[in-house]
């Protein structure tokens, strides 16, 4: 399915709009300081993405870098994966989180699914940071060490980051609805110094206690010296060893040490579910320079605005989602189920706060669709400027939902990117309009195009997503990989010196495109590539389906098998006419290739934990059995899915 350019947009921004952009406050300032001078959006992102060290030193230059001593130079070369950033100059992350602490809005803002709302101030924030920051002293903790926390989205998540990350050590975060195993899996690889836990996390209105699986890590982790306790559900249950977290007392001193542009600011982590996760590295300067640039220009998030995007801290968005201080917002912190007490949860609070911003899935948002939720009618929304959505394509049905459901003259800022970079490739744009099914443009500073099979950038034909040019959020290396083997053959075994990010992508003449799903998932059907993400988009129309996931088998000999798995709706049957139906649909509004040898009816649809369909990892089990042995269940969000297919792979019921 090729989407055409043809279609009417369903926003476009006003004149207003536009001039109060912060994108249009750069383009002044370029011209002006620069004499640049561009016509449209395409222009501007062509010239910044052809000269990456003169544009990554505008961002520098118009968001005033504190540093410690001047860069010698931007960018002494353009060769992937060596590059350098900025040499000889040091700065810091966290001082720059303190920027806007005196203006009048709450620094955080925390929610919880009980409808608990609570606002931290700056003056609160300073000196709880201080007070943690001294004990991090008194551990013996120093600018390099590991830390390593287990912490829902909660104020003391931020808190203890910024205090880890104030003194140049590196910070490492998991979910506590992680597994245990899983967590080990990643903690492990760094060595932490210190584990920062907490006794639990409450999800639907239910408690679920992780001290044992925090016991057991504590024995585990060989390097941990110490522990610092959070009872944040205060059951009364304590740790046998560990120090509490600690009072403040009313200093507010906090020390920023100044750091080298490419030193540590955190680990972050892959999957994960078939293998061992990939330890991300990210660079203080790097990241610093890349949120400052997408939350400014590709969010438009403004100095006391309220910024909120449901994440845990397992995803890379909860680093994203604490970027917002950067830029003078109030981050907005969930912690809980988006469902509780009903699906109206989190527009109660966008309502309430109000929230101006509101981020969150495309699975989340495809649930609201299906569900037949109208929150535009239920709650007052004249505060919601944008609707941010990632961590898969989002479906043309579900912008229609928006617009008619939510708010007719909302931005939706469609992205894509991913922990490997902690931010977007491809997003939003307050220049220009959405269409339909279809991301705004390419991030400035990023050179992204559609690559085809030999290489060659295409347009208007679905390709490989390729940057050709550096960017300094790229990792600077993955942890415990010492000659760089594991991370070359990631991104660059494919095209040398060139990013290959696993996507497939579609980009139009206009800049505006459409992810396809993962490359490494694509269906190819005698010869012809199809994106995982046609199909879904198709069925996602279909009242009867819940979810659904498709594969393609292909075999020795050329030919190839793609079953397709559904989950039905509660009190709906599978019958030979639902069949029937799929197939009719997909080769109407598709192609006969697009219609499945198999469709088989499963129970669920397994995800990982940041909310990705697992189609690689189905895929491996029908391909070679014993890679069932090879998947994480605790790196899963609902390993009952997981563990179905791997007894249908073993069973092969269906001759797959």
């Known amino acids: 399915m090729i989407v055409t350019e043809e279609e009417a947009p369903l926003w476009s921004p006003s004149e207003a709009f536009i001039q109060n952009a912060n994108l249009t406050k750069y383009r002044t300032w370029l011209q002006k300081n620069h004499n640049l001078t561009f016509s449209d959006y395409e222009g501007l992102w062509k010239w910044s993405g052809e000269n990456a060290g003169d544009f990554w030193e505008t961002i520098w230059n118009y968001f005033d870098i504190l540093c410690e001593h001047p860069w010698k130079q931007v960018l002494p070369g353009e060769k992937m994966p060596e590059t350098e950033w900025f040499t000889g100059t040091k700065l810091s992350y966290a001082e720059h989180l303190f920027r806007y602490e005196n203006q009048e809005n709450p620094a955080l803002i925390f929610c919880h699914e009980s409808g608990k709302i609570a606002e931290i101030s700056w003056s609160t924030l300073r000196v709880q940071v201080a007070a943690f920051q001294r004990l991090l002293v008194d551990l013996g903790i120093k600018e390099g060490d590991r830390v390593a926390a287990v912490l829902p989205n909660i104020p003391e998540a931020i808190i203890s980051f910024i205090a880890v990350n104030s003194l140049g050590a590196i910070w490492s ?53 110490q522990t610092v306790f959070l009872p944040y559900l205060d059951l009364g249950a304590k740790l046998d060893s560990g120090i509490a977290w600690p009072e403040a007392d009313g200093e507010d001193k906090i020390i920023f040490k100044r750091v080298p542009f490419d030193h540590p600011i955190w680990v972050l982590y892959s999957s994960g579910t078939t293998g061992k996760p990939k330890a991300i590295t990210h660079s203080h300067g790097g990241v610093l320079l890349e949120h400052l640039k997408y939350m400014s220009f590709h969010n438009d998030v403004k100095a006391g605005e309220n910024f909120f995007w ?18 003078g917002a109030t981050p907005v912190l969930f912690d809980g189920s988006p469902a509780h007490p009903d699906l109206s949860a989190l527009w109660n609070i966008t309502s309430r706060l109000p929230i101006h911003h509101f981020g969150t899935s495309a699975p989340y948002l495809t649930a609201l669709m299906k569900s037949g939720i109208r929150p535009g009618e239920l709650f007052n929304l004249n505060a919601l400027r944008s609707i941010g959505s990632t961590g898969a394509p989002l479906p043309p049905e579900v912008f229609d939902w928006i617009y008619q459901s939510v708010k007719n ?10 922990t490997d970079v902690c931010t977007a490739f491809v997003g939003g744009c307050p220049e220009k309009p959405v269409y339909r099914g279809k991301i705004q443009c390419r991030a400035l500073g990023c050179a992204l195009y559609a690559y085809d099979e030999n290489g ?29 083997r594991r991370y070359h053959d990631s991104y660059f075994a494919d095209f040398p010196g060139k990013w290959r990010h696993g996507d497939f992508i579609q980009i139009f003449t206009d800049g505006s495109l459409i992810i396809q799903g993962r490359s490494d998932a694509t269906l190819n059907r005698k010869g012809v590539r199809i994106g995982t993400a046609e199909i879904y988009n198709v069925l996602d129309e279909m009242p009867e389906i819940q979810d659904c996931l498709i594969i393609n088998i292909e075999h020795e000999d050329g030919s190839d098998l793609m079953p397709l798995f559904v989950k039905l709706k509660n009190n709906v049957s599978f ?33 990982t934990l940041s909310g990705k369909k697992m189609e690689v990892p189905v895929k491996r089990l029908f391909i070679k059995r014993p890679a069932a042995n090879k998947i994480d269940l605790g790196a899963i969000r609902n390993p009952e899915a997981m563990e179905y297919f791997i007894q249908l792979a073993q069973e092969d019921r269906f001759n797959i």
């Not at 397992?314 to 994203?320: K, L, Q, R, V």
């Open 456 to 484: 060659n950038q295409v347009t208007g034909a679905l390709g490989e997503m390729v940057i050709e040019k550096p960017m300094p959020s790229m990792p600077i290396y993955f942890w415990n990989d010492p000659d760089n």
């Open 310 to 327: 449901f994440t845990t801290t397992g995803w890379m968005m909860w680093n994203f989602l604490q970027a917002s201080m950067l830029v």
């Open 173 to 225: 975060c998991c979910s506590p609805d992680f597994g245990a195993d899983t967590i080990y899996e990643r903690f492990s690889q760094i060595e932490p110094k210190l584990l920062i836990a907490c006794d639990g996390y409450t999800y639907n209105g239910k408690p679920y206690s992780r001290l044992n699986e925090i016991k057991w890590l504590q024995q585990e982790l060989n390097s941990l010296q």
């Open 575 to 607: 019958t030979d006419q639902i069949r029937e139906e799929i197939n009719h649909t997909l080769r109407a509004k598709c192609s006969p290739r697009h219609v499945p040898d198999l469709i088989i009816e499963v129970p669920d649809i397994p995800y």
């Open 409 to 418: 003259d909302l931005w939706l800022c469609s992205m894509s990117g991913g």
